[in-house]
């Protein structure tokens, strides 16, 4: 297994631009859920799924959004990239089972926001 | 709702000595809490979870941690630091469903030789 893959590694965006980055799991987990990782605030959750077709909002929405055609891809857009934008951001999967369980993350995506 | 707050956003330890790391968290109902380590430049990874069973719990590399519901506190100790330790440490709590979490500001933890 794959495991959580996210598609770039790097990049380096103009203000106003939009991008999709990737996010695909082969592990057939229900949960997705979207994170940026920024200096002395830990992660915060940007957007999650608890299934296809399914995404609720977390705690730092704005600027950004989500959909989930199919149980594999979690695709994070940003519609018009800002400076505020800069962050490291994880993908992550997890299995639905009667308690929270374990999450999985990706490498990461470095994006720059020029 | 709930909270985490992990004391120190630096801790510094000498290879060999005991690695205490605090994390603190605030819950109207009972936490599901986690403990997630980032070696520099990757993704977080698993090390240990509380889900109501036992209090103390093992992880992976002789990390423990101990549920303690009177202190509100899970903190996270290994009993001798090995230089492959340093590594940014997060303690994170979940809701019931599951499918999302709620982390800490992160500790960065340095063994020294």
């Known amino acids: 297994n794959a495991g959580v893959t996210q598609t770039p590694k790097f990049q380096v965006l103009k203000t106003g631009q939009s991008m999709t980055l990737q996010c695909a799991q082969d592990m057939n987990h229900e949960y997705m859920s979207w994170y940026r990782q920024d200096p002395g605030m830990g992660l915060r959750l940007i957007h999650y799924s608890v299934g296809a077709g399914i995404t609720d909002q977390g705690e730092v929405p704005n600027g950004y959004n989500v959909s989930r055609s199919t149980t594999e891809d979690f695709p994070l857009r940003l519609l018009s990239a800002a400076p505020s934008q800069t962050s490291v951001y994880f993908c992550a999967s997890s299995y639905k089972g009667r308690f929270p369980d374990t999450q999985y993350f990706g490498p990461g995506t470095r994006l720059t926001v020029l | 709702a709930q909270s985490v707050t992990q004391l120190g956003s630096h801790v510094s330890v000498s290879e060999g000595a005991l690695v205490l790391l605090r994390c603190n968290y605030s819950?109207?109902?009972?936490?599901?809490l986690f403990w997630y380590v980032q070696y520099p430049n990757q993704g977080l990874q698993l090390l240990l979870k509380y889900t109501s069973a036992a209090t103390l719990v093992k992880g992976i590399n002789g990390f423990e941690a101990e549920f303690k519901k009177s202190e509100t506190s899970f903190h996270l100790t290994k009993p001798s630091a090995h230089m492959s330790d340093a590594a940014e440490y997060f303690c994170a709590v979940s809701p019931r469903q599951g499918g999302k979490l709620i982390f800490g500001q992160g500790t960065e933890l340095s063994v020294k030789p």
């Open positions: 819950s109207s109902v009972p936490p599901y």
